[in-house]
């Protein structure tokens, strides 16, 4: 059974319908105890770092996702949500994320190496490029195009969370993880069948997670 946090910062629509095309169980709480009870978590989120920073702190739901982590249960941030994985963030002014991934959130530059302009926010769809295809997310995935819109973006010097990247002006980390934290900066439940592929292997992940603890 999936859990997905409702924070009140969540695309929770799509992704809930995203899960019901794939027929994986799931339900939408932001209770605790009763997220307590899924075998794994989503975390989605549309809109600012800061704000969904202030609202897992004050909720203690971000205490609750730290010690979810720690026990080694599965956790896939989505869009903001996957940014929240990480360090910090510099929008608005530094905030201080999860932790559970090394790296900071910075705004897209605008300008590119060559010294190009680009549009800011990024939206639209843009190929994938695998770094670590054997990945269980990523198994039998195609290496396509999925929707993003974002206009802050991951750096990290761990090569390593790196399973994905896009292009956009820069690279841009689009699928992340270690262990059984995972997160992709696109809308997989938005980017047919690659990203319902992504959320089907997510589904497989946690239900591999569940027989082992059982």
């Known amino acids: 059974m999936i859990g997905i946090v409702d924070y009140g910062m969540g695309n929770l629509h799509s992704v809930s319908k995203a899960l019901e095309r794939l027929e994986l169980p799931y339900f939408l709480s932001d209770d605790q105890a009763e997220l307590k009870k899924a075998d794994g978590l989503v975390l989605p989120g549309v809109g600012a770092f800061r704000d969904a920073m202030a609202i897992l702190e004050e909720t203690g739901l971000s205490t609750f996702l730290k010690e979810w982590a720690q026990d080694g249960k599965p956790l896939l941030g989505i869009c903001l949500g996957m940014q929240l994985l990480f360090e910090e963030s510099n929008e608005h002014g530094s905030t201080k994320g999860l932790c559970l991934l090394p790296g900071r959130v910075d705004r897209f530059s605008g300008i590119d190496e060559f010294g190009k302009s680009y549009k800011v926010p990024?939206?639209?769809?843009?190929?994938?490029?695998?770094?670590?295809?054997?990945?269980?997310?990523?198994?039998?995935?195609?290496?396509?195009?999925?929707?993003?819109?974002?206009?802050?973006?991951?750096?990290?010097?761990?090569?390593?969370?790196?399973?994905?990247?896009?292009?956009?002006?820069?690279?841009?980390?689009?699928?992340?993880?270690?262990?059984?934290?995972?997160?992709?900066?696109?809308?997989?439940?938005?980017?047919?069948?690659?990203?319902m592929s992504i959320l089907k292997n997510f589904g497989t992940f946690v239900e591999r997670g569940a027989v082992s603890r059982g």
């Open 122 to 195: 990024h939206i639209g769809w843009n190929k994938l490029s695998f770094h670590q295809p054997d990945h269980l997310l990523l198994k039998d995935v195609d290496q396509g195009h999925v929707y993003f819109v974002h206009s802050y973006v991951v750096t990290t010097e761990d090569r390593d969370v790196l399973l994905a990247t896009s292009e956009y002006g820069r690279e841009v980390p689009a699928v992340v993880g270690r262990e059984h934290v995972l997160g992709t900066q696109f809308h997989p439940e938005k980017s047919s069948s690659v990203g």
